[in-house]
């Protein structure tokens, strides 16, 4: 038997999964890791913590392997998931961070957004992306601008630029500076056609190539780990978070689609092997590359899901912790007209408004605690009927069924509201780590281990959940007409409430 380790850093938490060749899962270790929030709408990592906390699962998740009477010189390759996005500068001399990482959703941008968007250039016509707070080209104007100790180091060709996937390799393999293109379709640099980072948008955004990690795909040898507890094993595989849950979910054909549930939610939809540019508010990505294979998606990103429920426990102490949401929601029928509009960060796709903000629209005496934990599942689900809607329009494919994944997935009142609201059946996997299997299945067709997406495809699949819908139409659109309404009143928040953190 032959085994694939799984690097799996994300958000607000790093794992290290191991599976064997029929894609079960083996045993695995996982750590959280912290949030830093300097001002209001701030987000930051500290990048050496990002790194010495993914060498910690891996030697515990070996550890325990070992344990399990398992050899790991049978670990034949490595994959590496993580989070998108989120930027990244350091000094190539010395290996030292040059500023914290720069989360995906940090909002600090706000202002930059505004003054790039005026320049009237159509970056999406070329990377598929809109100007906007979310993607990495944005933090790294800023940084240039704000953060003298990066300038310097750009202009005397010391510093170099990476999404964590980068850093993370960068690292390991003592000095390989590349990326992968489902990543790099997420800086705002790339062109999408071409896969390789594009003149025009570099000049606009001024960024200096010399900084730049090299494309590669998402499936071939990027180098052996050169200490630490991987010592000697090879990287083979590398995915952002949603690209890896995709391919974890096998969406290998055109039409396909799956929603991935994490501290934001992402859903994908395979377009075929050219890109789609979105009318509707939708981004246009890599889904991933396998060898000379690129499979190109459609993608619709909420910025705010399973951190809503976190934000219930620790801001409002209405959970102990975050599984107890089902139960608290599962006591009342409905959210007693109550909406939650969670844009924290501002909204995501389908409408782009850095303006808005985190809105509870409905609350009257009547309202309790059961009822705003309902509202804030239901939140999730009225936001992916929105970009399911576009999708429509985009791709014109008619879905019949969503595949999802991810923390809130394990939550039945979310499924079973998803599927009402969507109006067709949820397909939810008995084993859920499907990021990290995508990982994986990078990292084995790379070393031999599966030959094309047919063999994926046909590896055994545990049972699924499916909740079909119980709503007719009527209560469905007249639902989302009410949500629609309360997504309304969230927008131009930050023109009333003006912050000058940037």
């Avoid at 701030?42 to 906390?53: G, T």
């Avoid at 990690?213 to 630490?228: A, F, M, N, R």
């Avoid at 019949?400 to 939550?411: A, F, P, R």
């Amino acid at each position: 038997m032959r085994y694939i380790g799984a690097i799996d850093q994300g958000t607000t938490s790093s794992r290290f999964l191991i599976f064997d060749d029929q894609g079960n899962l083996i045993t695995w270790h996982q750590l959280e890791f912290e949030q830093y929030y300097p001002r209001p709408g701030w987000i930051e990592h500290d990048p050496r913590e990002l790194l010495n906390v993914v060498n910690e699962c891996a030697a515990e998740a070996l550890r325990k392997f070992g344990m399990m009477g398992y050899d790991t010189d049978d670990i034949k390759a490595i994959g590496i998931t993580n989070q998108r996005e989120t930027t990244l500068i350091w000094d190539r001399e010395t290996g030292e961070p040059l500023y914290n990482a720069i989360v995906w959703g940090d909002t600090r941008t706000n202002r930059v957004v505004k003054v790039l968007k005026a320049k009237e250039f159509d970056a999406q016509s070329i990377c598929g992306l809109p100007i906007h707070n979310y993607f990495s080209a944005v933090k790294l104007y800023w940084l240039q601008h704000k953060v003298k100790k990066v300038k310097e180091a750009i202009d005397s060709k010391r510093a170099l630029f990476g999404t964590v996937d980068t850093w993370l390799i960068w690292n390991l393999t003592g000095g390989v500076h590349v990326t992968d293109a489902t990543n790099a379709s997420r800086t705002m640099l790339m062109n999408l056609k071409t896969r390789e980072w594009d003149k025009e948008l570099m000049d606009f955004f001024e960024v200096p190539e010399h900084i730049l990690p090299k494309i590669v795909s998402s499936s071939e040898h990027y180098g052996d780990v050169k200490e630490g507890p991987l010592k000697g094993m090879p990287l083979m595989g590398c995915l952002g978070d949603q690209q890896a849950a995709f391919v974890g979910q096998k969406c290998f054909s055109e039409g396909e689609a799956k929603n991935t549930y994490g501290t934001g939610a992402f859903l994908l939809l395979n377009v075929g092997d050219e890109p789609v540019f979105s009318k509707n508010g939708l981004v246009s990505t890599v889904g991933y590359q396998f060898g000379s294979h690129v499979a190109y998606a459609l993608e619709g990103s909420i910025s705010v899901a399973g951190a809503a429920v976190r934000w219930l426990k620790d801001n409002f102490g209405i959970i102990k912790e975050a599984g107890d949401v089902d139960a608290l929601a599962g006591k009342v029928e409905d959210t007693g007209g109550v909406m939650f509009v969670t844009a924290f960060s501002g909204l995501f796709a389908p409408y782009w408004r850095d303006d808005a903000r985190g809105t509870l629209v409905g609350l009257t005496q009547y309202t309790n605690k059961c009822h705003i934990a309902r509202a804030t599942l239901e939140a999730v689900c009225y936001s992916t009927r929105a970009i399911l809607d576009a999708m429509k329009e985009d791709g014109n494919v008619d879905l019949k069924i969503l595949k999802v994944d991810g923390g809130m997935s394990s939550s039945d009142v979310c499924m079973q509201t998803q599927s009402n609201v969507l109006g067709i059946p949820v397909e939810r996997p008995a084993m859920r780590e499907t990021t990290a299997l995508g990982a994986a299945f990078a990292a084995g067709w790379a070393a031999g281990i599966w030959k094309d997406v047919e063999e994926l495809r046909g590896l055994k699949v545990d049972d699924a959940t499916v909740f079909e819908t119980q709503w007719d139409e009527k209560e469905r659109e007249g639902n989302f007409t009410i949500w629609e309404e309360a997504v309304q009143r969230s927008m131009g928040w930050t023109d009333v409430l003006r912050d000058d953190d940037d």
